[in-house]
């Protein structure tokens, strides 16, 4: 499946996309601070794709639990600066994670091939007519306020996607451009973040393409008892998993780690 993406191909299907996360923010929750000025988010972007990345996600508000809503104002600072420096320095397919209708208009003005919308098009609906307008890929989390579910979690879920998918065609957005994320470590408590890993399959039914973000986050510090810092195992074996279920991308922040284990994944699992 080959996806044209505003100047760029995407092609599924054929191996495990790599998505290196690019956060230029000043508190995510793993490497918040690292990569918040366009020098050093130059840098670690030319790193991620030496060392084999698809994609880049330039984030510009962390989606932490607990985390402060930064004003659009400042997403753009942070997000348009950077991504202008990374389309001049470098041939890269960038993706820009935001839920801001202006912010992904003024990213895919500048250059963006893809965005990825951790409410679904749900926050601001208005998102939905700048992809469409673009023609380019959108990837679709589910995610909620808490982790409160009176039914069954991945009916729940089905249903968030439903909304999403209505908002979706009704703006124009074609159904080959559209990616599901179930949005492991948003709106879910660690046990039911296991859940829903262990039921990806069910997801997969839903007959589209699908995106995993799993890198670091707290349910596998809740199984190891690690600090984010030490969860590059857990994080391998929960994409593993993924991949064996028909995931296509992998969003992480250990790029060169996940290119080597999906090489070997893939061999096997697409043979």
């Known amino acids: 499946m ?34 918040n000025t366009i ?50 320095s470098y041939d890269v397919f960038i993706s820009v994670d935001t839920s801001k209708a202006h912010v992904a208009k003024l990213a895919l ?8 919308d951790v409410w679904g098009l749900q926050k601001e609906p208005e ?4 992809i469409a307008e673009y023609n380019v890929p959108v990837v679709m989390m589910h995610n909620q306020e808490n982790n409160k579910y009176e039914e069954d979690i991945i009916e729940s879920m ?9 908002i979706a065609y009704k703006a124009g957005i074609k159904k080959e451009n559209i990616i599901l994320d179930p949005g492991i470590g948003f709106g879910k408590d660690p046990e ?28 596998i510090g809740y199984i190891l008892d690690l600090p984010s810092d030490e969860r590059l195992e857990g994080t391998i074996a929960t994409n593993v998993i993924g991949v064996m279920n028909g995931y296509d991308i992998i969003r992480v922040h ?15 699992v697409r043979w």
């Open 2 to 35: 080959l996806l044209e993406c505003n100047g760029k191909n995407l092609e599924l299907g054929k191996k495990t996309i790599v998505m290196g996360i690019l956060n230029v923010t000043p508190d995510s929750f793993s490497d918040g601070g690292e990569y």
């Open 39 to 88: 020098e050093s988010a130059e840098e670690q972007c030319g790193l991620m794709l030496s060392e084999g990345a698809d994609i880049i996600d330039i984030g510009g508000e962390s989606t932490r639990p607990g985390s402060k809503p930064v004003t659009e104002a400042e997403e753009i600072d942070r997000v348009i600066p950077v991504l202008k420096r990374l389309k001049n």
């Open 109 to 116: 003005e500048n250059g963006a091939n893809m965005i990825n």
């Open 127 to 130: 998102i939905a007519k700048h």
């Open 158 to 166: 089905k249903i968030f996607f439903e909304k999403s998918l209505d």
């Open 192 to 219: 039911q973040n296991i859940e829903v890993m262990a039921r990806l399959d069910e997801i997969k039914a839903l007959g589209f393409p699908l995106l995993l973000g799993t890198s670091r986050k707290s349910m």
């Open 254 to 268: 250990d790029v060169k780690e996940h290119v080597r284990a999906m090489k070997v994944t893939d061999r096997i």
